[in-house]
């Protein structure tokens, strides 16, 4: 059986499928910027992922550093899969992530 999430954004719902096998691109977490960017090795460059749907405080604000050691305890190190949705007006890819079976933005 196939699970599926909904990730909410610009007051839309968007099907997601947790068991899909074509998520576009996996890479290794090799930096948490803040609670909502990361950065992931691909092919073999550093690439600034943005996470979709979130917006998490930033540091120097409050909870900012909570909100980077979650997101590190989820990802930090580990081998990621990432699915574009866009891109923001700074050039980064704004994307959908997940670990094992675990929807990254859905978790925060």
């Known amino acids: 059986m196939e699970k599926r999430a909904f990730m909410l954004g610009s007051g839309a719902a968007y099907p997601v499928s947790l068991s899909s096998p074509t998520w576009g691109w996996s890479g290794k977490v090799v ?20 996470l979709y749907g979130i917006d998490c405080p930033e540091k120097g604000q409050d909870f900012g550093n909570r909100a980077k050691q979650l997101t590190s305890a989820l990802v930090y190190g580990k081998v990621v899969e990432v699915e574009p949705v866009t891109s923001d007006r700074y050039g980064r890819t704004v994307a959908l992530l997940r670990v094992g079976n675990t929807l990254v933005n859905e978790e925060l």
């Open 31 to 50: 930096s948490v910027i803040d609670g909502d960017s990361i950065t992931v090795l691909h092919d073999p460059r550093a690439e600034q992922i943005r």
